[in-house]
């Protein structure tokens, strides 16, 4: 593609964005798909460890929001290069991790300094509890790993694990919408739950792999549109993970202020230089001790 023809493919999504976003500030059918009940007091969502509750509920400031980048790995030991280390999230994804192994994650982060740790919600507090003090951040992925769950549910998921303690949030955007042109479902979406995790950040996975080009351009659109801080290529479960083409078109439509992350794939450290080359600022991966040290770690796959 082109950067004639991305310009055009760029804005003809951004005005469909704005469409949609004049629609209900015009009073259209609402985008608030958290459940009009929820409450800051209540069970829904906590206090977000003592903010406001207007965070919760409050809109998108403007079209496009600006974030920071970073990529994410697993367990392992060695001789740390700390620059590298701090551009990623230790990631513990399996659907059988135990305890344990998040603890050994943890531990390794602590270690090695990493930026964070990435696991699933139930998770959360475990990690943000062996991390206190540590400076590393705790991620929660959400809608994970297919992205097709309800608006509502991403929300609902989203601001409990931000009440639990997760400082970032990852969100799976919904392939199918996006695929067919629902860009009003895939823009909700990522909306509810940029608004429901306030004030943690959201990144955006786009599994790219599943993916031409106009749609990876059209999904960086939306996420950026939808007030998202971070893009990132996949979750490591959908058969594919992140390439540099797929990193540097990525960089080309956010833009410098957006963040964007490169994960699945990515074992080693040349290969995680690659990424940041070509514009990644952080990377997700199941070997960080590995990526950072050469020696292999404990964690096998995510």
Do not use: W
């Not at 949030?169 to 979406?189: F, P, S």
């Not at 956010?254 to 070509?278: D, F, Y």
């Amino acid at each position: 593609m082109t950067d004639q023809e991305m310009e055009r493919l760029v804005e003809r999504i951004t005005q469909a964005v704005r469409a949609r976003l004049a629609m209900t500030s015009a009073g259209g059918q609402a985008t608030n798909l958290v459940p009009t009940t929820r409450s800051c007091t209540g069970s829904f969502c906590g206090d977000h460890n003592g903010a406001n509750c207007a965070t919760c509920a409050s809109r998108v400031d403007g079209l496009l929001q600006a974030g920071a980048s970073r990529i994410g790995g697993a367990t392992g030991s060695g001789a740390l290069r700390e620059e590298l280390a701090r551009t990623i999230d230790h990631t513990l994804l399996k659907p059988e991790a135990t305890s344990d192994e998040v603890r050994k994650l943890c531990e390794e982060a602590r270690q090695y300094r990493f930026a964070s740790v990435c696991v699933n919600p139930g998770h959360v507090p475990l990690c943000r509890h062996l991390l206190t003090g540590s400076g590393v951040k705790t991620v929660a992925v959400v809608g994970f790993p297919l992205g097709a769950t309800l608006p509502a549910a991403k929300a609902y998921e989203a601001c409990e694990a931000v009440r639990q303690g997760a400082d970032e949030i990852d969100m799976v955007l919904n392939i199918g919408a996006l695929k067919e042109g629902d860009y009003r479902l895939v823009l909700d979406d990522i909306r509810a739950v940029v608004e429901a995790s306030r004030p943690a950040p959201v990144k955006v996975i786009l599994e790219t792999s599943k993916l031409d080009e106009e749609e990876k351009v059209a999904a960086c659109t939306l996420s950026k549109a939808g007030g998202a801080a971070f893009v990132k290529t996949s979750t490591g479960f959908g058969g594919g993970g992140a390439t540099a083409e797929d990193i540097a078109l990525m960089r080309r439509v956010v833009g410098p202020t957006l963040g964007v992350k490169a994960s699945g794939g990515v074992k080693t450290r040349e290969q995680a230089e690659k990424m940041i080359a070509a514009g990644a600022t952080r990377i997700g991966a199941s070997a960080s001790v590995e990526i950072v040290t050469g020696q292999k770690g404990s964690t096998k796959g995510y």
